[in-house]
């Protein structure tokens, strides 16, 4: 299939892929307002409120963003329906950024790395789709897993967002198996350089992890290093 091919739009395919993903979009909208909410209240009883707002951050990027990233290759027939739902989560999450209603339980005033998130994965399923869409899966949940997985470790033991190597170690204790599973030698090494990408907090995560990962993946591709991925629908 050719790059055009697979980016061509289909009438009938987009109405299909839209109906697939409205389970998906409840599901999502469960998270955020349902699990991430209780969760938030749970940790912050415990720990106070920056880390419940933290830990709610995490269970939103696992639980949502991270579950349909590993659905992707199952639900969808072409990438323009999932980066489209991308967009339009990028949207609701920023727009309280713009009228000051924040979703306390998991925002924070001071930056919109949920918006930079949501960006990521709508741009990582398109750029990836004409080669094998798992190119963006594993990206996606290193940005979810391995990244939320690390930041409740170091909310619990630091108290505060800070980029510790605890949290580093939880990373690559998620991811290695996942990508040595995937991609192989490959796929473990683009978790420890993601871990290590994540640590240095140079660039917002949600930003620097997906992009790292998914540049490696694609260069690994060019070049014919990279094992089949699995067969995807």
């Known amino acids: 299939m050719s790059v055009l091919d697979a980016y061509a739009v289909e009438?009938?395919?987009?109405?299909?892929?839209?109906l697939r993903s409205l389970p998906l979009a409840a599901w999502v909208l469960f998270v955020v307002y349902g699990l991430a909410r209780w969760s938030y209240e749970w940790a912050k009883a415990r720990w106070g409120e920056s880390v419940g707002v933290y830990f709610a951050r995490k269970v939103i990027h696992m639980a949502a963003g991270g579950?349909?990233?590993l659905l992707l290759p199952f639900v969808?027939?072409?990438p323009w329906i999932p980066f489209l739902l991308g967009l339009a989560l990028a949207a609701y999450v920023y727009m309280p950024h713009r009228t000051g209603k924040l979703m306390e339980w998991f925002q924070d005033p001071s930056n919109i790395s949920e918006v930079y998130y949501c960006l990521s994965w709508g741009l990582a399923v398109l750029v990836a789709w004409p080669l094998n869409v798992w190119l963006?899966?594993?990206?996606?949940f290193l940005m979810s897993f391995g990244d939320g997985v690390t930041?409740?470790?170091r909310g619990i033991r630091q108290r505060r967002r800070v980029k510790s190597w605890d949290g580093t170690?939880?990373?690559m204790a998620v991811s290695i198996p996942v990508g040595a599973a995937i991609f192989g030698v490959v796929g473990a090494l683009t978790a420890i350089i993601a871990a290590l990408v994540e640590k240095q907090g140079l660039i917002d995560d949600n930003i620097s992890v997906p992009?790292?990962?998914?540049?490696?993946l694609l260069a690994a591709h060019a070049a014919g290093i990279l094992p089949a991925a699995p067969v995807t629908v």
């Open 211 to 216: 992009l790292v990962s998914l540049a490696i």
């Open 67 to 69: 579950v349909v990233a």
């Open 11 to 18: 009438p009938g395919l987009l109405i299909s892929d839209l």
């Open 151 to 153: 930041g409740i470790i």
């Open 76 to 78: 969808f027939r072409e």
């Open 136 to 140: 963006a899966v594993f990206p996606l």
């Open 169 to 171: 170690i939880g990373f």
